[in-house]
């Protein structure tokens, strides 16, 4: 039962995949796709296949499933179902880092710029965890949710001073801020993808005692786990795949939102469970917005925020209803 | 009442400020010039560049301003709740899908508004009230509970961007361009006519709090001592709640969401002019307009000649501002 459910996930994540290389402004055959994955003649049609579909398509599996994961690993942390990166900030402060090293220090090597996200993203982070240490419990999921939109408002504010300061990186930045899967740097998809993948990877093993810490801290602590280093260590992490999808693909929202939703749907709550099929619903909640992206304002292109929102918003809504959510961890 | 420093000093940074936005631009006026201009003296041209150029802007500004702290003044009694702002409930973003509906709609081939352009705040009113609407509906009785009513708001208005960009883009590149530019929160494409609408908006509705600010004094108290003083409370919410969503989507139709105004304003004016209705009717609007005129100032000095959007600037402010009152909320239980 358990398999079969992870199984036809995956199904549906490749078929996802496969389909986000046919569809699109132009619709081909699959005998088109093939010929153009096996051997590329050069044409027009295989530019757009392997040049734009296929890492358009792999930056959607990798960034979706990396926010997906962040997303679970901090409402784990924080026990919070609301929490993700979007909503908490922490993707505007690694837009907000790297926007400064950028725009202002003149920095552009990717080593650089990907850790100044991964600071960016870990500063917002601890600010975060700070805020809800320091109320020990008395700040109900929902005000931490409000802070965390805050923040966000804050340093999007920020960056939008920046950038239009700076006149001469606005371009490239711009179109980089406003979030997507489309006609991203493929140098930094080959990078920064396999890190993502092998941090998603990594997260599994913390499965049980994130089971343990779900039950509370004292049982958690009485269980063996040592619920400090714990935290810390999964925010890490967590602040890692925001940071390095934020490189990738931009500031995107909801998704971390959304994908552990639906697995708990799924799977309920147990970790070992959650983690790879968040996991793949993120990998096939980004393609699939990806493909709307496509399709729904054709011939022109919405912009992945929108499409997301638009699943996203209903959804936020639901977990707000939750009773609950006011009363605090 | 009067000689509270509180109520005259509003109107008195107002001026200051409206002195020094009217001087600031390609080439800098100095007050006296900008004074003279303004009665009728002064050079031909300082009156040309001032009344055709540079008052339109300052106007809606400071009607924008005023509009939108009116809105959070009422609504932060409806909830009883000083975090509660228009932005916030979703009827900001409301207001602009309002907008782009009615540039799709009414725009022929050559993209020309076929309806005089005096409807869109109309337009824009009605989406506003929509999405009020669809935040009360979904909060259900979570309406006691500001700060899950504002998650529910950020929900709504998440999904009111995400309509609004999609309608931009598959609607032919000037509306797209008109949309954007109110949309950024910025003041700086006024004309007169934008001016006499949201004016005449503002100083209906105000007139009409004037006359109903017994019941915004009423309405403070919980529902059980409002209703034994003899007020419909469900009336009255309503009553006030319309105004607050007609005078954000005034403001939204001719200077775009202006971010945080109408959550600061209000707690401004309270700490000068204390919590009677009346004094606030007075000092609210005037704190609004210094806010939102300050903030525009800034966005066109710091750096010059470039110009920042006023609405990012009003959020650096608003911002730290509305954690403070959260955090201090939570503190307090």
Redesign the interface.
């Known amino acids: 039962m358990m398999r079969s459910g992870l199984f036809w996930l995956a199904l549906l994540t490749g078929l996802l995949a496969l389909a986000s290389l046919h569809l699109g402004l132009r619709f081909y055959t699959p005998a088109q796709v093939f010929l153009a994955l096996t051997q590329p003649d050069g044409s027009a049609d295989d530019l757009i296949i392997t040049g734009l579909r296929v890492p358009r398509t792999l930056v959607a599996l990798v960034v979706g499933a990396g926010l997906a994961t962040s997303g679970l690993l901090m409402q784990a942390v924080f026990r919070n179902p ?1 929490a993700e990166p979007g909503l908490l900030g922490v993707n505007a402060g690694a837009s907000f880092a790297v926007v400064v090293g950028f725009a202002f220090f003149g920095i552009s090597s990717l080593t650089a710029l990907s850790l100044l996200a991964l600071g960016g993203a870990v500063a917002v982070t601890a600010a975060i965890f700070a ?1 809800v240490a320091s ?1 020990r419990g ?3 999921p ?2 931490l ?3 965390g ?3 966000a ?2 340093l ?3 960056t ?2 920046l950038v ?2 700076d ?1 001469g990186t606005m371009e490239a930045l711009l179109f980089w801020l406003a979030g997507g899967f489309a006609d991203r740097d493929t140098a930094i998809l080959w990078a920064l993808g396999p890190v993502i993948v092998l941090l998603v990877v990594l997260a599994a093993p913390s499965a049980k005692a994130l089971d343990a810490l779900a039950t509370g801290e004292t049982t958690a602590s009485a269980l063996g786990v040592d619920v400090f280093r714990l935290r810390l260590l999964i925010l890490g992490l967590a602040s890692a795949l925001a940071a390095f999808g934020v490189v990738i693909a931009g500031p995107v ?2 998704l971390g939102l959304v994908a552990p939703h639906l697995a708990r749907q799924m799977t309920g709550l147990d970790h070992a469970r959650l983690f790879p099929r968040t996991a793949l619903i993120g990998a096939s909640l980004g393609v699939l917005a990806d493909i709307a992206t496509r399709l ?2 054709a011939p ?4 992945i ?3 997301l ?2 699943v ?3 959804i ?2 639901v977990l ?2 939750d009773r609950r ?2 009363t605090g961890p | 009442m009067t000689r509270q420093p509180g109520m005259i000093a509003p109107p008195l940074i107002l001026g200051l400020l409206t002195v020094m936005a009217i001087g600031i631009g390609s080439s800098w006026i100095g007050p006296p010039r900008v004074l003279a201009a303004l009665f009728g003296a002064g050079a031909e041209m300082d009156q040309v560049i001032i009344w055709t150029l540079r008052l339109p802007r300052v106007c809606l500004a400071i009607l924008a301003g005023a509009a939108l702290a009116l809105a959070g003044l009422l609504l932060q009694r409806v909830v009883r709740n000083p975090i509660a702002s228009p932005s916030v409930l979703g009827i900001v973003d409301g207001a602009a899908v309002g907008v782009v509906l009615f540039l799709w709609i009414w725009s022929d081939e050559a993209n020309a508004l076929t309806v005089s352009i005096h409807w869109l705040p109309l337009a824009a009113t009605l989406g506003a009230g929509c999405f009020a609407l669809l935040v009360l509906v979904l909060a259900g009785r979570d309406v006691v509970q500001p700060a899950r009513l504002i998650l529910y708001g950020i929900a709504m208005a998440a999904l009111a961007k995400a309509l609004v960009m999609v309608l931009i883009i598959l609607g032919p590149v000037y509306r797209a361009s008109t949309a954007l530019i109110w949309l950024a929160g910025s003041v700086h494409a006024a004309h007169w006519d934008d001016v006499v609408i949201l004016g005449v908006v503002l100083a209906v509705v105000l007139v009409a709090l004037v006359l109903l600010r017994l019941r915004m004094d009423q309405i403070l108290l919980d529902d059980v001592s409002a209703g034994a003083t003899g007020l419909s409370v469900a009336a009255s919410k309503g009553l006030l709640l319309s105004f607050a969503v007609v005078l954000t989507a005034g403001a939204v139709s001719f200077a775009g969401g202006i971010a945080f105004v109408g959550l600061i304003a209000p707690n401004i004016a309270r700490a000068l002019v204390g919590l009677r209705a009346g004094a606030l009717l007075w000092a609210t609007p005037f704190v609004g307009a210094a806010l939102v005129l300050g903030a525009d100032n800034l966005a066109r000095i710091v750096a010059f000649p470039l110009e920042l959007p006023t609405g990012a600037i009003t959020a650096l402010i608003g911002a730290p501002y509305f954690l403070f009152l959260l955090v201090r909320q939570v503190r307090h239980g």
Do not use: D, K, N
Request: aromatic content about 6%; hydrophobic content about 65%; proline content about 4%.
């Open positions: 609301l805020l109320f008395a700040l109900t929902v005000s949710i409000l802070a939109v805050t923040l408002a804050f999007g504010a920020l939008q001073v239009v300061i006149e929202g909801f729904v304002v022109g292109e919405a912009p925020t929108a499409m929102a638009l996203g918003a209903p936020l809504v707000i209803r959510l006011t």
